[in-house]
């Protein structure tokens, strides 16, 4: 189980990165994007941040300013592998996980969710142009079918 437990921590850091440092870049208001540092977005393998040797990334735009707010790699070859054989060493564990808790490892997934609502709404609107409403709705969809993967182990 602390396999699928770790599976789950790196989840939620990973929603938990993307949350927090995109939001820190958009606190960083100044005057120009060229005069300050954008953020790049780390992958997360076995758990850990790594920062890609990609020389290529993608460019997140704030679609309501144009701002530029981060910026992701285009990871390698070999950060995609270990990146896949990581999931693959992961899974091994969690496949023979218990449905009871599997689905208390989602109930913190679902809690995690419900207590970072407003950070994960604010992340959607800057990157997706999203109003919060319209964010908070696709967060709250998204809630939903983590409830009912909770609710698996009843039916």
């Known amino acids: 189980?602390?396999?699928?437990?770790?599976?789950?921590?790196?989840?939620?850091?990973m929603m938990m990165l993307s949350t927090s440092s995109t939001t820190s870049t958009a606190c960083r208001h100044l005057a120009s994007s060229a005069?300050?540092?954008?953020?790049?977005?780390?992958?997360?393998?076995?758990?850990?941040?790594?920062?890609?040797k990609a020389t290529t990334f993608f460019d997140v735009h704030n679609p309501a300013t144009g701002e530029l707010i981060a910026r992701t790699p285009?990871?390698?070859?070999?950060?995609?592998?270990?990146?896949?054989?990581?999931?693959?060493?992961?899974?091994?564990?969690?496949?023979?996980?218990?449905?009871?808790?599997?689905?208390?490892?989602?109930?913190?997934?679902?809690?995690?969710?419900?207590?970072?609502?407003?950070?994960?709404?604010?992340?959607?609107t800057e990157e997706q142009g999203k109003t919060i409403a319209d964010a908070k709705g696709d967060i709250f969809r998204g809630l939903e079918v983590v409830e009912i993967s909770c609710n698996v182990p009843a039916m």
């Open 74 to 124: 285009q990871s390698t070859p070999e950060e995609l592998r270990m990146a896949s054989d990581s999931c693959a060493e992961a899974y091994k564990s969690w496949r023979t996980t218990p449905p009871s808790t599997r689905a208390r490892v989602m109930h913190k997934l679902e809690g995690a969710i419900r207590d970072n609502t407003e950070a994960i709404a604010k992340v959607l």
């Open 35 to 52: 005069s300050r540092s954008v953020t790049t977005v780390p992958m997360i393998i076995d758990g850990k941040k790594v920062q890609s």
């Open 1 to 13: 189980c602390l396999q699928g437990q770790e599976a789950f921590s790196t989840f939620l850091s």
